[in-house]
């Protein structure tokens, strides 16, 4: 069992790419298993940011391979613009990236036809990244997708062209007006691009490699509660974001699957539309985005901000079979004077521990509060150094969930990151 997973609990943005970069040592692969372009993974060292969209957060470790597996949806235009954000050697790069064939491919009709669906949704918008992630899944489940391995055909350019026709056509029921040349133009230059890396059918590699005793990480994109089938439809993404994403995602069974890491904040948030129960609408909530610095990371939008909720978290232990869960922004908490937690919800004024079938239902989340600390811990180095009231709330959410905190990150920087012995 040497491929472990490390996904995301809430919606988004827990710190995923900070964590999996610091994990990256001990493994041989980090490989993606889905989303794309929507996803803005972040991660620190050496006092330089840096945020990534498709390629795996193991990139910055020269010896490890990193793989996008079949169930990304890939931009080449994007693709090309973060390699050479990257700023290392096209040779070097492609030593350790490597792409599958199986990958659907985003065209850049798909962009113009998530703007469009967007826009006729009048006041119920998804608040989607717009980067052509819900109309690229479409098409692959609806069997009209373009995938990788499709660039290496001979004619390319004219399959291109029937599959760019079909959505023109969908988009003249549309008053939509857009222009795809200039953005045509970066495509197809990051479709050659493409063609310099290794190309394969990932699924041997990784499970060849697996075999031969190589430990492999797969890495989750966006979170549990914005999963196509769990998430708060329809205000979700259109992936499979939970363990068994990584499954499909990457051709791997899941007799193979070793640890299952959840990664959560230490509070929540939310990019976008869809309910979201512990939100903060008030000062509270606003300085949590200040010193969380809650602004998306490939928007740019600010984060909806709010109280840790336990059963959100409860229900993303249950259905990833989380062996592992890791705290992420406890720095951010130093200096509340309590700090609350939410327990169960109250919906239509019943108590529940469930999460709602309908978006639409009214939750009122109960909350436990919880006494909070002073002390700035993005220094400390030792879990048993950390304030005592840090502790009592680790201890209250692994009472709660039956799962073990076993690493708690008090800041941005890949050094910043405890892991409990
Ligand atoms: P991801 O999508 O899950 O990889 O998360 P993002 O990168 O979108 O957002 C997480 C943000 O929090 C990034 O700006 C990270 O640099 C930052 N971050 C990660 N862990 C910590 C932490 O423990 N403390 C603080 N203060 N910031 C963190
Ligand atoms: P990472 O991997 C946070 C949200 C969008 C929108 C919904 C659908 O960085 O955690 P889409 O573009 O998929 O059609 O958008 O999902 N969303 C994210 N929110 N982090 C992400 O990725 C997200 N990817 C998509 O804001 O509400
Ligand atoms: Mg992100």
Redo the contacts with the bound molecule.
């Keep these: 069992m040497n491929i472990d997973i490390l996904l995301?609990l809430q919606w988004?943005?827990?710190?995923?790419?900070?964590?999996?970069d610091a994990l990256s040592p001990g493994y041989d692969i980090i490989a993606r298993f889905q989303g794309g372009p929507n996803?803005?993974?972040?991660?620190?060292f050496n006092n330089v940011?840096h945020?990534?969209h498709l390629i795996p957060?193991g990139i910055f470790h020269p010896d490890k391979l990193n793989v996008i597996g079949n169930g990304v949806v890939i931009d080449p235009a994007v693709f090309m613009k973060e390699i050479f954000e990257l700023g290392s050697p096209i040779e070097e790069l492609t030593r350790r990236l490597i792409i599958s064939t199986r990958a659907n491919l985003i065209m850049p009709s798909h962009r113009i036809l998530d703007a469009a669906y967007e826009s006729s949704k009048g006041n119920s918008k998804i608040g989607s990244t717009l980067k052509g992630i819900g109309p690229a899944y479409t098409d692959k489940t609806g069997r009209n997708g373009l995938r990788v391995g499709d660039i290496f055909h001979p004619d390319f350019a004219s399959i291109y062209q029937s599959h760019l026709e079909n959505h023109l056509s969908i988009l003249k029921s549309y008053n939509f007006s857009f222009d795809l040349k200039e953005y045509e133009k970066d495509w197809f230059e990051g479709v050659e691009l493409i063609k310099r890396f290794r190309v394969e059918n990932t699924e041997y590699l990784i499970n060849n490699m697996a075999g031969q005793g190589k430990k492999v990480l797969a890495e989750g994109?966006?979170?549990t509660m914005l999963d196509v089938d769990f998430g708060s439809y329809p205000f979700v993404t259109s992936s499979s974001t939970i363990s068994a994403g990584a499954c499909t995602g990457l051709g791997i069974s899941p007799k193979a699957i070793g640890e299952i890491y959840g990664?959560f904040?230490a509070y929540s948030t939310r990019v976008g539309s869809g309910p979201f129960p512990t939100e903060l609408c008030d000062q509270t909530g606003a300085a949590l985005r200040n010193?969380?610095?809650?602004f998306?990371?490939?928007t740019g939008r600010p984060r909806r901000c709010g109280w840790l909720d336990l059963p959100a978290l409860k229900y993303s232990i249950m259905i990833n079979g989380i062996t592992q869960l890791f705290m992420?922004?406890?720095?951010?908490l130093s200096g509340f004077k309590t700090i609350k937690v939410c327990t169960s919800y109250l919906v239509h004024g019943e108590e529940c521990y469930e999460i709602p079938f309908s978006s639409n239902f009214e939750i009122v989340p109960v909350y436990s509060e919880l006494e909070g600390w002073d002390e700035d811990i993005?220094s400390v180095k030792e879990y048993d150094l950390l304030p005592k009231a840090l502790k009592n709330f680790i201890e209250f959410i692994e009472n709660s969930t039956g799962v073990p905190v076993t690493m708690?990150?008090?800041?941005?920087d890949r050094e910043?990151?405890i892991f409990r012995k």
Excluded: F, M, R, Y
């Design positions: 995301g988004g943005d827990e710190g995923k790419g900070k964590i999996v996803a803005g993974h972040s991660l620190e940011k945020v990534l957060s994109a966006q979170g990664i904040k010193i969380g610095h809650e998306g990371s490939t992420t922004k406890a720095d951010v993005s708690i990150s008090v800041g941005p910043e990151t």
